[in-house]
């Protein structure tokens, strides 16, 4: 992403003057690179280094600032681009072809194995040949929180989503494996709850474009700077004639145990009364989970019910789930939502996120109406900052600010236009969702959840 900022004029900033303030600082600890441009001469040259940066290695945000006088400046014409295509730029670095020998051997001495797919196989494009190594070797498969859609999770190697938010079962894999094999993760405070699941005995190899990764949170065995696709097509190419002499690998044995494990860990959180009232967020998530598509794309907001969603609602396909995983920030998800239905305006696109989180960004409901941006929402009603609100009464016994008046989404959603449902029973999940889904505007379903509701593993292991 490009960010284009406007400033006040050049020669007033160190003047303190209206409207104006130092947006350069707090940007280059969020950006790939902030720059502000001191001359109209200088934006095409500045424009054409930010989409290059933006791309090249591990994909982040630009920001360009233009002050007024330099934005009102006259440039004459501008010579086009000799590639207008700046992300063509070749960056996908390649592994050591021995580096990739001895994970083979590796894979040949260990018998718990585990490949550990983050957001890096995706950004990659490295799924299909993903699916293909695993194949090829029977070794079982999890996927980060940010990973979600790296690997297919109805595959049968697949082992579940580990860390906070994600699956018991994942957990314990993660924990009991003797060797990881790290694909563009970078093996995260929520991956790894707070850095306590991996054995301290356990070999990694990791796998990253970025070198700053390597290494960074466990001391590595094997540290591989490379393009994700690439070394998982050359350990094929390389490593396969070898390991196929040798028949399975030890450490696939254990992968039909890993997903028998999931998916009867996933049966019984179903296990219970899904029919009372308040409603489960589990329930919602079951009936989602059975109606949408399969390339559905999910924007996942912060809070204590979307933490469930790493249990509960599968993710196939790659680049369909999207989750404030790096700062948590809430107000993310219906924008980023937005985002996703412009890009990819074939799919259904669905926003899930808690009454808080929706409350700061809400007012883009007239924003998507406008712009014929037609998402669905769904809010998990609870009338209180409820994440924060267990987090206070775990560690203080009381609560401040975390509690709001039962907000009508529905009806605020039906006022700028858009289509509302509320939903209170578990019998009108079913229906909002079928009417929402088949509508040509924005929708907003406001389902009124349980606020005593168990959270999602691992929420709380900070």
């Not at 070394?231 to 190419?237: A, G, V, Y």
Request: glycine share 8%; aromatic share 8%; net charge neutral.
């Amino acid at each position: 992403m490009i960010a284009i900022t406007c400033n006040e004029v050049l020669s007033h900033l160190d003047r303190d003057p209206f409207n104006s303030w130092d947006q350069l600082t707090p940007f280059r600890s969020i950006t790939k690179w902030s720059v502000q441009a001191k001359f109209a001469r200088d934006i095409p040259r500045i424009m054409r280094s930010a989409f290059v940066r933006s791309r090249l290695g591990r994909r982040g945000p630009v920001q360009v600032d233009i002050p007024l006088d330099v934005a009102a400046e006259e440039l004459g014409e501008v010579p086009a681009a000799k590639n207008p295509n700046y992300g063509s730029y070749s960056s996908k670095a390649r592994p050591d072809p021995v580096l990739a020998l001895k994970i083979a051997d590796q894979l040949l001495r260990s018998s718990r194995t585990l490949i550990l797919a983050g957001a890096g196989v995706n950004w990659s494009d490295a799924n299909a040949v993903l699916v293909r190594f695993a194949e090829l070797t029977g070794l079982p498969v999890a996927v980060t929180s940010g990973g979600r859609g790296a690997f297919p999770e109805d595959h049968p190697l697949f082992a579940g989503v580990p860390g906070r938010g994600g699956n018991r079962s994942a957990s314990e894999a993660l924990n009991e494996s003797d060797f990881i094999l790290a694909l563009g993760s970078r093996l995260s405070d929520y991956t790894t709850l707070t850095w306590t699941l991996i054995d301290p005995s356990a070999t990694i190899a990791q796998v990253d474009i970025d070198p700053a990764e390597i290494a960074r949170q466990y001391p590595v065995d094997f540290g591989v700077i490379a393009d994700c696709r690439m070394f998982l097509q050359d350990i094929i190419e390389v490593a396969m004639p070898l390991l196929s002499k040798f028949g399975a690998l030890p450490g696939s044995s254990r992968a039909k145990t890993l997903n028998g494990n999931l998916a009867a860990e996933r049966k019984s959180r179903l296990d219970g009364d899904l029919n009372s009232v308040p409603i489960q967020a589990r329930r919602v998530l079951k009936e989602i989970g059975e109606m949408i598509r399969r390339d559905a794309i999910v924007s996942v907001g912060a809070g204590r019910h979307t933490h469930l969603i790493g249990e509960q609602l599968p993710i196939h396909e790659p680049r369909c789930s999207v989750r404030p995983i790096g700062f948590g920030a809430m107000g993310f998800a219906f924008p980023a939502a937005m985002g996703a239905k412009l890009a990819r305006p074939d799919r259904q696109v669905l926003c899930l996120v808690g009454d808080g989180d929706f409350s700061m960004s809400m007012p883009d409901i007239e924003t998507a109406l406008r712009e014929k941006i037609n998402v669905v929402v769904v809010v998990f009603n609870d009338s209180s900052f409820s994440s924060v609100k267990m987090m206070q009464k775990r560690q203080f016994g009381r609560n401040i600010g975390v509690d709001f008046t039962n907000t009508n989404f529905a009806k605020f959603a039906e006022n700028c236009g858009a289509r509302g449902f509320r939903v209170e029973r578990p019998e009108e999940i079913k229906p909002a969702l079928e009417a929402a889904l088949k509508e040509d505007r924005p929708c907003v379903i406001d389902v009124i959840v349980d606020e005593a509701e168990k959270t999602g593993y691992g929420v709380f292991s900070y």
